[in-house]
C-alpha cells in the first residue's frame, strides 16, 4: 500500500544522502577515533568533519558542539548541567507545555529533588505568558528552560526576547529547538541562548543522535561520565555513523529551509483550509502564525483520536494524535489541555506534520480519507447530536 | 501500538447494532467526554425480562467501539439475570482479548450494562465512594486503602494480585504504591 | 595497504549481517516505534524481536532488557538507580581497575557526593582481593560494581562466587560485562547479577547502542528522563536501526562463542608464544589463565607505547597501549599501575586483542613489524642499557 | 589521534644524531622512566663555547623523539650563549608546530639543554620548589599560588594567559582551578 507519512514531527526518514555518508563507517572504516592508529583517525577526522557541519547549522563554534544520543538526552544534559553549576540556587523555570524531556525532569526535580519548579503557563492559541515568566526570575533560579516549537501544535516562543531579558538577569537559558531544527532558520549568536537542543531523527538522521549547544563560557558538568570523549564532556565510544549521518543531514536541512517556508508551508496551508472546509465542528489548535510552517494540528468534535487514526492507517495515512509518547493514557495531550482546548475537540484532535518530501496529491489523499472517516465515527458517538 | 485481534478490529471497522434504538425501554450510560470514553448502551426488553434488541454509541477508542459491539451481540436474546452475570472478561474473551492497556474498554462495557439492567428495573446505582484510582479494573482509593490495612499489601503486585488495580495498562502503579505507602506510614 | 586490524577491546567492525538487518530501517521503514500507525507498528514489532534476540544472549526475559546508547550509559544508569533505590546509604564498592565508566563516576561521587567508596586492589596478575572485598561489605553499601572482564588484559573476575556472597548480605550487585559479551558464556539467571552492562560496538553491532539488564524486580529508577520508551525505563526515541542491528550481532555473537574459544584464543597464544620468544625483555601482563581468549596485554621494557604504535601503524597494524581513552596523559594506565607492573614495561604495555576476523597470517606480520621496532627503539632509550 | 606535521614524522622515523656521544664534555638529563619520558643530551663544546657535537638518547612517545633530534639539530654550530636562548617554542617552530597534548615535549628538549649548558659551565641547578602541576609548560603549585595572588586572577584563563599553565593538553586546568579557589578561600 501507497504510505502518506504526515508524522514528521515524531520522526522523519533518513535521506538517501545521509545512508549515502553514513554506511562506509559501519564495516570499512570502523575504528574507534580514539585510537592510535591512522585507521582510527580517519574516522575521527571524518567526526570533526560533521562538528563543523553541525556548528554551520546553527551558526556556532565546531568546540560548542556535544554530541548526544537524544533530544532527551540533551534537555537532561543541558538541565543537570545548570543545577550542577549553581547548586546554591534552588528554583527553575519552564512553560506548560514542554516535551516529557523537559516537563517529567522537571516533575521530577520538584517531587524528588526539592526544587520549586514554575510551568509558566500559555493562552488558548499557545501562547506563552510573557509576563508571568519575566516576574518569576528570581536570585534562586538555577536556569530556564523553553522550546522554541511546540511538537504537537507547531506554536512557536519568542526565544531571542526571552533569552535578552533571562541572560540581563544572569540566568542560564535553555531551549529544546527539536522541533524547529530545519523548520525555522537558528542562529545561537543571534539568538544568544546558552544551551540548545536538537534530534537528528527531527531532520532526516536516524533516530539516537542529538546535539547539546554549549556556549562558549557556560560552566558545563558532564551527564554520562566515562572517558575523555568529546573533550571529556561526554563519556561513552562515540556513535560515529550517526554523528557522520547528522553532519550530512545538517547541510541538507540548510538547503531545504527555503522549500519548508515555500512549499512544505503551501502543503500545510492547503490540507488545513481542505479539512476546515469540509468537516463542520472542526478548529485548528495553536496560533495561526506563529507557528512552524509544516505543522497542522487539528481537532474534531465528539471523536476520539485514536479511532480516527486507525482509519487514516486503513488508508496508509501516518499521522498522530497529540504526541507520539502518550501510550495507554486516556488522557488528552497535556499541551492541549494546558492551551484549555475543550475535551469536546481535544480528544479527537490530529497533529499532521510535512516534510519536503510530501507532495500535494497526498494532501487530497489525507482529506478524501478524513472526511467519511469523521462522519463514520460522528454517527456512532453519543456526544455528536447534542 | 495495540495488537488488536482481528475480531476487535472487525467490530470497529464494521460495528454491530450503532445508534439510538427506537422503542428502548432501558438505557445505561457510562464515562463522559472528559474520560476521552464514553458508552450509552440502549436495551429493548421484553415482558419476560429478555433483551430483544441493544444497540449503542460509542465514544472512544478502537476498543472502545469494539467492547461495546460486542457486548450488544452477546446480550441480545439473554434474559436480564443472564446478561447480569456477563463480565469485562466475557467481553474480552468474545473479541479474542484486549491489549492490556485498553481493559477498561471491557469494563465499561460491564458497567453500561449494569446501569441498562438497573435502569429497567428501576434501581438507582450509587457512585462508588472514592477517588478512581485504576480505570483499567473502576477500582477507587477506597478500595485499595481497606485492602492493603485488612490484608497488610505490601506491594503494587499484592494489590494487583486482590483487586486486579494496576493489572491492566499500568499507568496507576505509581498512585497505588503511594497508598501503599500512606498506609504504611499511618501503621 | 592492508589493515591488520588487532584491536577489537577498543571497537569492533560491524558485521555485514548486522549492516544487512539494519539497512531497511534507515530509508524505509523509518517510522517511530511509538506511533498509532501500522507503518510506526512494524519497527515496533522488530525491535521486539530485537529484544528477544539480546535477552536469548545473555538468557533473560525480554523485559529484563533496556536498550541505552552505550556501555557508559549503562554503567552510569545502574549505579544512580542504586543510589536512589537506596538513598541512606552512602558506600559505594568497586575494583581499582575499572573502565573509566565506573572508575570516574565514583571518583566523581567520592569527591562531589559524600560517598565513601572501596576501591578494592588487584594484584600482581590482576586478579581480585576477595577478602577486602567481601570485609567492606556493609549495611550502609548501596551497591558493588565489579567488571566481568578487564578491557586492557582481559583478566576475568569470579563474577559468579562474588554476585552469590554479595547478594546474600542483600546488597546490589552490577557487573560491567562489556568485555566479556561474546567472549565467554553469560547466563544470567546462572550468574545471578541485579544488573549488567553490554555495549554495542564490542560485538560487531554499531557503536552508540547500549544494553543495562535488570533483574526481573530489582528497584529501578531511570537516569533519562522523558517519554515513555523502555516501559518507561529511559526517555529518548529508541535508536530503532541500531538495536535492531544489536539483535542480530547478538545471534551472530552466540553462533561465534566457540571460535572464540578454540581458533581466536589458538591465534592470541601464538602471537604471545612468537613475541615472547624473539623480543627480549617484555612480559605478558594479567593472569594467564583467567583471562579472556582474544587479549594479549604485553610490556616490553625500556620502550614507550606510542612510539610503538605509530610504528605498527606504518605496518597497517592497528592496536593500543593502555585503553583507548587515555589521551594526552603521560600516566601509564591506572590498570598497570594497580596491578603493580614496573614502569620500566608499563609504559611500553601494547594490547592485541583479537576477533574471529583475525588470521594466523596477520599474527606473523605484526611479529614480523613488531621485532624491529622494539629493537629500534630500544637502540635511542637511555634506559635500555641499564 | 595527534596530528603530527610531517616534520615531526619523519624526525620520528628517522631520528638525527641518535645515541651516546663519544667525547661529550657536557650531559643534561631531564623526565624519568616513571614520567614516560626521558631525555639525555650530550654535548661536545669547543673552547670557544660552540657546540660543535650533539647527540641525544630518549625514551618517549613521538613527539618526545622528534623534539630531541631537532633540537640537537638545532644547537649544532651554535655557542652555549646562543643555545641557552632557544626556548621549547623554538624547537616546535622548527617541527612546523607540536599538538597541544604534545607541548611538554619541546620544553622537555629545552630543560635538557638548560642543563647540559650548566653541566658544562658547573653550575648547579636548583630544583623548582613545589608540586608540578602543568608538565606541559613545567609549571608548579607555588608558581600559580604567587601569580593568583599578585595579580587576582579569577579564572582558569586567566592563570593561562600569565603563565601558560593549562594552555597545553589541558590536563591540569581542574588542578588549577582547585588551586584558585583555595586561595580565594583563604582570602
Ligand atoms: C569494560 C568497559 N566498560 C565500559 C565501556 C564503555 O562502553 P561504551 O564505549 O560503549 O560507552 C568499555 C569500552 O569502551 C569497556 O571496555
Ligand atoms: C520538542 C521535543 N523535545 C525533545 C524530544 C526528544 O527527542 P528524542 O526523541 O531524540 O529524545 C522531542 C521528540 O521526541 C521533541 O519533539
Ligand atoms: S489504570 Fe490501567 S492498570 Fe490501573
Ligand atoms: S599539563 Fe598540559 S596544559 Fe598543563
Not at chain 1, 131 to 152: G, H, K, Q, R
Not at chain 1, 182 to 211: E, R, T, W, Y
Not at chain 1, 266 to 293: A, H, W
Not at chain 2, 41 to 58: G, S, W, Y
Request: hydrophobic share 35%; glycine share 8%.
Amino acid at each position: 500500500m501507497r504510505i502518506v507519512y504526515t508524522d514528521n514531527n515524531a520522526t522523519t526518514k533518513v535521506a538517501d544522502e545521509v545512508i549515502e555518508e553514513m554506511l562506509p563507517y559501519f564495516g570499512q572504516f570502523y575504528g574507534n577515533p580514539s585510537s592510535m592508529h591512522t585507521f582510527g583517525d580517519q574516522v575521527d577526522k571524518k567526526i570533526k568533519q560533521a562538528r563543523q557541519r553541525v556548528a554551520n547549522f546553527i551558526n556556532a563554534d565546531p568546540n560548542e558542539i556535544i554530541f548526544t544520543s537524544c533530544g532527551t538526552e540533551s534537555d537532561n544534559c543541558a538541565i543537570y548541567s545548570a543545577l550542577n553549576a549553581f547548586p546554591e540556587k534552588k528554583h527553575i523555570i519552564t512553560s506548560n507545555v514542554e516535551h516529557p524531556a523537559i516537563n517529567k525532569l522537571y516533575q521530577h526535580l520538584q517531587k524528588k529533588k526539592g526544587y520549586e519548579v514554575t510551568f509558566v503557563p500559555v493562552d488558548k492559541k499557545g501562547l506563552l505568558n510573557l509576563d508571568l515568566l519575566y516576574d518569576s526570575l528570581s536570585d534562586n533560579t538555577a536556569i530556564v528552560s523553553l522550546m522554541w516549537a511546540n511538537n504537537e501544535t507547531g506554536v512557536l516562543f519568542p526565544i531571542e526576547d526571552i533569552a535578552k531579558k533571562v541572560n540581563k538577569k544572569g540566568i542560564l537559558f535553555h531551549t529544546d529547538a527539536v522541533q524547529a531544527g530545519g523548520k525555522v532558520p537558528i542562529d545561537v549568536k543571534q539568538v544568544g541562548v546558552d544551551m540548545l537542543s536538537l534530534s537528528g531523527h527531527k531532520i532526516h538522521a536516524p533516530k539516537g543522535i542529538g546535539v547539546l549547544y554549549v556556549k562558549k563560557g557556560v560552566k558545563f558538568s558532564p551527564f554520562l561520565i566515562g572517558g575523555h570523549q568529546e573533550e571529556g564532556r561526554r563519556g561513552g565510544t562515540e556513535n560515529t555513523v550517526s554523528i557522520i549521518g547528522l553532519g550530512r543531514a545538517c547541510e541538507l536541512a540548510t538547503e531545504h529551509l527555503p522549500v519548508m517556508n515555500t512549499r512544505v508551508r503551501e502543503l500545510r496551508d492547503y490540507l488545513q483550509t481542505r479539512l476546515l472546509e469540509k468537516i463542520p465542528c472542526s478548529s485548528v489548535n495553536g496560533d495561526l502564525d506563529l507557528r512552524l510552517p509544516n505543522t497542522l494540528s487539528i481537532g474534531f468534535d465528539a471523536v476520539e483520536g485514536e479511532s480516527i487514526l486507525l482509519l487514516l492507517d486503513r488508508e496508509g495515512i501516518c499521522a498522530s494524535s497529540g504526541s507520539a509518547c502518550t501510550s495507554g493514557s486516556l488522557d488528552p495531550s497535556h499541551v492541549l489541555m494546558a492551551m484549555e482546548v475543550p475535551f469536546k475537540s481535544a480528544h479527537g484532535s490530529i497533529r499532521f506534520s510535512l516534510s519536503h518530501y510530501n507532495t500535494k496529491d497526498e494532501m487530497d489523499i489525507i482529506v478524501s480519507a478524513l472526511v467519511p472517516a469523521i462522519e463514520k465515527l460522528r454517527e456512532m458517538s453519543p456526544f455528536w447530536k447534542d | 501500538m495495540w495488537d488488536y485481534t482481528d475480531k476487535v478490529k472487525d467490530h470497529f471497522l464494521k460495528p454491530r447494532n450503532v445508534g439510538e434504538l427506537e422503542g428502548a425501554n432501558a438505557v445505561g450510560e457510562t464515562g463522559s467526554l472528559s474520560c476521552g470514553d464514553a458508552l450509552k448502551l440502549f436495551l429493548k426488553v421484553d415482558e419476560n425480562e429478555k433483551i430483544v434488541d441493544a444497540t449503542f454509541m460509542t465514544f472512544g477508542c478502537a476498543s472502545a467501539v469494539a467492547s461495546s459491539s460486542a457486548l450488544t451481540e452477546i446480550i441480545k436474546g439473554m434474559t436480564l439475570d443472564e446478561a447480569s452475570k456477563i463480565t469485562n472478561d466475557d467481553i474480552s474473551d468474545y473479541l479474542g482479548g484486549l491489549p492490556k492497556e485498553k481493559m477498561h474498554c471491557s469494563v465499561m462495557g460491564q458497567s453500561a450494562l449494569k446501569k441498562a439492567i438497573a435502569d429497567y428495573r428501576g434501581i438507582q446505582i450509587l457512585e462508588k465512594p472514592g477517588e478512581m484510582v485504576c480505570e483499567c479494573f473502576d477500582v477507587t482509593d477506597l478500595e485499595i486503602i481497606e485492602a492493603v490495612k485488612a490484608n497488610s499489601l505490601e506491594t503494587t503486585e499484592d494489590v494487583t494480585d486482590y483487586l486486579k488495580a494496576g493489572g491492566g495498562c499500568g499507568q496507576c502503579l505509581e498512585r497505588i504504591e503511594e497508598i501503599i505507602e500512606s498506609v504504611k506510614a499511618k501503621g
